[in-house]
């Protein structure tokens, strides 16, 4: 369980939850029906719930805030400040296991998921082969055998031979007798060596086996770890096309914020002609006035120390940053004071609450809610301060102001709120003091944080190290400038300091009050009030989110893989664009779009309007017609130059999908969303699958609200988000890391539940193993292309090799059990010997297509084409063997009567004056056709030597690198002509006429067989350079179709 004052993160629910009557900070995914909740102010709901005692009337949704009701202010007391007591956090009932809803959405949606690439591609195969060349075959051998029957053709056998036997030989090679077993092997196969990627590999290679072994069968019956059954490694990681991300702080980025920029004002020696202009200056005032000494504003910027890549330690850029020590030390430490002390960070964040939820509520549209500056808290120590530097201080107050903005609001009648302003959240005015004590002094001190415009109008004075200088408009501007321009890309935080030299009134502790926009005179002199004038400014400190280099790392990694990341971010544009170029994407012109709707359209059958209250709108909008009219050119004259350098994409996510239709693909190709929600972002992952992406998501482990995205994208990777760092430790160790023996079994248990959809979970420092597991699946899924693409083409072979020994009045060249080996035992052997071929680096360099439901007919064509040249010929030469093979026994038959056997002579010739191939010459067909199953087997093998390296040609990569293939090349062989002796041996008939030898086949047959096997390398050689050109040539245009990212508005 975590410390109830961690900085909150969104990437991992945390819950105040009543457990044993002792408040702990539990996961939300642990959180069970009857649990009593501490929701604070500003918080959204978890799940649902219900409020106790007299609050249980209110019933929460999920993600929604609670308000706190309070009577409004009189108009009486609006011109005066009134302090108020600190909203308390409010306590809920849960009424429904958000883990119920996990699991239930789990079994709902988990076979919901796209089919694979590759399960696309074998459907669409065995579509094609059941609904065209099996049932063709099927049509075209019972009508030519059925004529040679009728016709009485020489060499035809019985009828049931003919007419039932024949045919099914000739389409035995085209059903899945094997294949599907076959392919759930290679599928596990493929699994299993995805998976051991990610644990370390033991060096003996019993071991390895051994390893292998025991994944593979815990694969086999559900017992892995994985999903491997319902969203496979293999299939979706090997053809993924965009890696997507949907959380930020610590995942993408440290959890916390790092120091980036320091402001602050320091005593510097003016030049020549700054003397000058002062001196001048001096002799037109007057005499008596005091001249300003000569002070700047200075800027220190900060930045990750790179000899720590796994930690956020930040450093000084400039390494004379000493000689501004001494402006620097109060800033370091009021920092130091208001943050490295558990009490005082307790009380700040209790503030922050309160703050945040006046930040919501009280305006519109609702400012930035307040978060504590945690990860300021190394600078202290950078600045040279140490833990104990805070031991003599003793905190004694807070409270906490803010102010309203003055922008109008867009509710009200006749104003129109420019878009620029409707779209950015503002910072919100605030300003938190704390009084603490000196114990040895006996001093009090006021130190103030908050923002820039809220602290300068409590300050009339500046710090420039060694003395007070009077604050002028010129400063203030400076500063507020630099604050906002901060503001827009990060966070930043202005710091004041005040000696209070009487004691303060005990009723403002612990308070908030509302300042007016503008104090007065009198409002100075308010008791409430009073304590937080007249303050010293001691500087401005800006931070932001920083990449982690890790994270740096696999998205260039992704990028040479030709692997879009896509970052979905829930925060504004400018601040997303800024952590996106950190991370090296690209957010110039067209890659940007925001999916929040610019309206949300109304249903009009809901919407009743009676005739008067028509009227009086009517004429209420005529009064104030012309005003808002005024306001909004304006507006359009001052945002014209920008809206002409925008770029035209779609806005909104109801917006994408016409865009994508009617204009351009780019909605496609940019890496940033923008203003995110979840169901945003699952609508467009649907969308990116509906046009082909195979989409993997990234996200956090202990986000519960992750789960609708991880069970809509291909495969989902769950990683375990960073820690953030607790300042009230003083070191740098992560709060996690110190608690690991007491939280790690919850802390585990929740990241199983939040990540029930994905196929694995990573570690917080495994995500370099993401770049591994794709270069893996990548790597098997192109053997298994290979593998069953070979196993396709010998099937074709021998489907082939039938119907034309038919179309060619010849006897069977293959029997029963000679298609059953081939098709059954030899082929896929030799097939998957393939998946041994050693990893390939360009593997990562060449993009993977998109997840096409059909299968074009340009590819259809080339196959065909391809496979016509590799094995037509092959084919002739098989049935020319087996004809002179045949003539040859003819002959040793009737060798009294030599014409009988001229090849012409079997066109003309009946069947009572042709050798009985099915009857006393039976012994003849069958060596002629054991011959030509051994002749098929070898032409296979030979055939297979380009097929083991796809890549490149024969010369350049060795085949026999793939150890597997080089064993079935050896083994296959001897394993045949065992089977085909013994089957002899055993199934010898004794009653035919005429016994033949293998002494009996003419070395012709042989001849032709054997020398035929070097033009065979050379012609598959040569097709396989033609389609390594063609391939070249496809990924070529699919690598420039990944990098251009413009549409058809663009400029250029």
Same mark, same amino acid.
């Given at each position: ?118 399960? %696309?591609?074998?459907?669409? !195969? ?5 609904? +065209? &060349?099996?049932?063709? /075959? #099927?049509?075209? =051998?019972? $009508?030519? %055998?059925?004529?040679?029957? !009728? ?5 035809? +056998? &019985?009828?049931?031979? /003919? #007419?039932?036997? =024949?045919? $099914? ?23 299993v060596r995805v998976l051991l990627q990610m644990d370390p590999q033991p060096k003996a290679l019993w071991e390895v086996w051994k390893l292998m072994c025991g994944t593979f069968f815990s694969v086999l019956f559900g017992r ?829």
């Amino acid at each position: 369980m975590e410390d109830l004052f961690v900085p909150s993160l969104p990437a991992v629910s945390l819950q105040w939850t009543y457990r044993d009557g002792r408040l702990v900070n539990l996961p939300v995914s642990l959180l069970v029906e009857g649990d009593i909740i501490s929701l604070r102010p500003g918080s959204e709901a978890p799940t649902e719930l219900r409020g106790i005692q007299e609050e249980e009337h209110v019933v929460l949704s999920r993600s929604d805030v609670f308000s706190h009701v309070s009577s409004p202010p009189s108009r009486l007391d609006q011109e005066r400040s009134r302090p108020h007591r600190l909203l308390q956090p409010q306590l809920f009932r849960v009424t429904r296991t958000p883990a119920l809803e996990v699991v239930q959405r789990c079994l709902e949606l988990s076979q919901h998921r796209p089919v694979s690439v590759l399960d %696309n591609e074998r459907f669409t !195969v065995q579509t094609l082969l059941e609904r +065209g &060349p099996a049932l063709l /075959t #099927l049509v075209v =051998l019972l $009508v030519m %055998n059925m004529l040679r029957y !009728v016709l009485g053709a020489p060499g035809v +056998g &019985p009828w049931h031979v /003919t #007419l039932l036997q =024949l045919p $099914v030989n000739g389409i035995l090679p085209l059903l899945p007798l094997t294949f599907p077993l076959l392919w759930l092997l290679v599928g596990i196969y493929g699994e299993v060596r995805v998976l051991l990627q990610m644990d370390p590999q033991p060096k003996a290679l019993w071991e390895v086996w051994k390893l292998m072994c025991g994944t593979f069968f815990s694969v086999l019956f559900g017992r892995s770890s994985a999903l491997c059954h319902t969203a496979s490694l293999l299939h979706n990681l090997g053809s993924v096309t965009v890696l997507c991300c949907v959380d930020k702080q610590g995942i993408l980025s440290w959890p916390s914020p790092n120091p980036e920029k320091i402001l602050f004002f320091s005593k510097t020696l003016p030049s020549e002609g700054a003397n000058q202009k002062q001196k001048d200056r001096e002799n037109m005032n007057d005499e008596s006035a005091k001249p300003r000494p000569f002070c700047g504003l200075e800027t220190l910027s900060l930045s990750l120390d790179r000899a720590h890549f796994d930690d956020t330690r930040v450093q000084f850029d400039d390494m004379r940053w000493e000689r501004h020590a001494r402006s620097l030390h109060p800033l370091g430490l009021a920092i130091q004071l208001l943050l490295g002390d558990a009490a005082m960070a307790t009380r700040v964040l209790r503030l922050s609450d309160h703050l945040s939820h006046a930040a919501l509520l009280r305006t519109r549209p609702p400012c930035q809610p307040v978060r504590p500056p945690w990860g300021l808290c190394q600078l202290p120590k950078i600045l040279g301060f140490s833990p104990l530097a805070r031991e003599p201080f003793q905190q004694r107050m807070s409270v906490a102001a803010y102010t309203l903005p003055t922008i109008p609001c867009s509710g009200e009648p006749g104003v129109i709120a420019p878009p620029s302003v409707s779209m950015r959240r503002l910072p919100f005015s605030h300003l938190i003091a704390l009084l603490v004590h000196h114990a040895h002094t006996g001093d009090f001190q006021l130190f103030s944080y908050g923002s820039a415009d809220a602290v300068l109008s409590a300050c009339s004075e500046f710090w420039n190290g060694e003395d007070l200088q009077m604050l002028t408009d010129s400063d203030r501007k400076k500063v507020v400038d630099f604050y906002q321009r901060s503001c827009m890309a990060g966070q930043c935080v202005a710091v004041s300091f005040k000696p209070l030299l009487q004691p303060h009134d005990p009723d403002i502790d612990g308070t908030c009050v509302e300042l007016p926009a503008s104090l007065s005179d009198e409002d100075a002199e308010d008791v409430f009030l009073s304590p937080l004038k007249q303050q010293v400014f001691l500087g401005l400190v800006s931070s932001q989110y920083q990449a982690r280099p890790d994270m740096v790392r696999l998205i260039s990694g992704l990028d040479s893989a030709c692997i879009r990341f896509v970052y979905f971010s829930n925060e504004e544009e400018v601040r997303s664009k800024v952590f996106a170029e950190k991370m090296g994407l690209e957010t110039g012109w067209n890659c940007h779009i925001s999916l929040q709707s610019e309206c949300f359209p109304l249903d009009p059958e809901n919407i009743h309007i009676t005739e008067r209250e028509e009227e009086e709108s009517h004429l209420i909008g005529e009064c104030v017609r012309e005003e808002a009219e005024s306001r909004l050119m304006e507006h359009e004259s001052a945002c014209l130059i920008e809206d002409l350098n925008r770029a035209k994409l779609p806005k909104g996510i109801e917006n994408v999908r016409p865009h994508l239709e009617n204009i351009d693909n780019v909605p496609l190709l940019v890496p940033l969303f923008t203003d995110c929600t979840s169901q945003t972002e699952c609508e467009m992952v649907c969308i990116m699958q509906e046009y082909g992406e195979v989409v993997c998501c990234l996200g956090s482990s202990q986000n519960i609200n992750n789960n609708a995205i991880f069970l809509q994208s291909d495969i989902s990777i769950a990683l375990e988000p960073l820690a953030p760092m607790c300042c009230p430790s003083g070191n740098d160790i992560h709060p996690r890391t110190r608690s690991e023996s007491s939280a790690v079994s919850l802390s585990r248990l929740s990241g199983a539940i939040c990540g029930l959809a994905c196929t694995v979970q990573l570690h917080r420092q495994d995500n370099n193993l993401v770049i591994s597991l794709i270069r893996q699946a990548r790597h098997t899924t192109a053997g298994i292309r290979k593998c069953f693409l070979f196993l396709l083409q010998c099937q074709l072979s021998l489907v082939l090799i039938q119907i034309l020994a038919f179309m060619c009045q010849l006897p069977p060249p293959l029997a029963t059990s000679d298609v059953l080996l081939l098709s059954c035992c030899y082929y896929p052997m030799l097939s998957v010997s393939l998946l041994g071929k050693p990893s390939d680096s360009s593997i990562m360099k060449v993009p993977t297509g998109k997840n096409l439901r059909f299968l074009p007919k340009k590819t259809l064509r080339y196959f065909v084409l391809c496979y016509s040249v590799k094995f037509g010929l092959t084919v002739c030469v098989y049935l020319t063997c087996f004809g002179l093979l045949l003539h040859a026994f003819c002959l040793n038959i009737n060798h009294e009567d030599g014409k009988l056997c001229h090849p012409t002579a079997l066109l003309m010739n009946s069947s009572a004056w042709s050798p009985d191939w099915y009857g006393k010459h039976s012994d003849g067909l069958s060596l002629g056709q054991k011959v030509i199953a051994l002749l098929s087997l070898v032409y296979a093998m030979c055939t297979s030597v380009s097929h083991v390296h796809r890549s490149a040609p024969l010369w350049k990569q060795n085949p026999l690198s793939n150890h597997s293939w080089c064993a079935v090349i050896c083994t296959l062989p001897i394993l045949s002509v065992s089977i085909a002796t013994g089957s002899r041996l055993l199934w010898h008939d004794p009653t035919p006429h005429r016994i033949f030898y293998i002494s009996d086949v003419p070395p012709v047959t042989w001849l032709l067989g054997i020398l035929w096997l070097l033009p065979l390398v050379f012609i598959n050689e040569g097709i396989k350079l033609h389609e390594i050109r063609m391939r070249v040539r496809y990924q070529k245009r699919q690598k420039l179709q990944f990098d251009t990212k413009l549409g058809m508005n663009s400029p250029f």
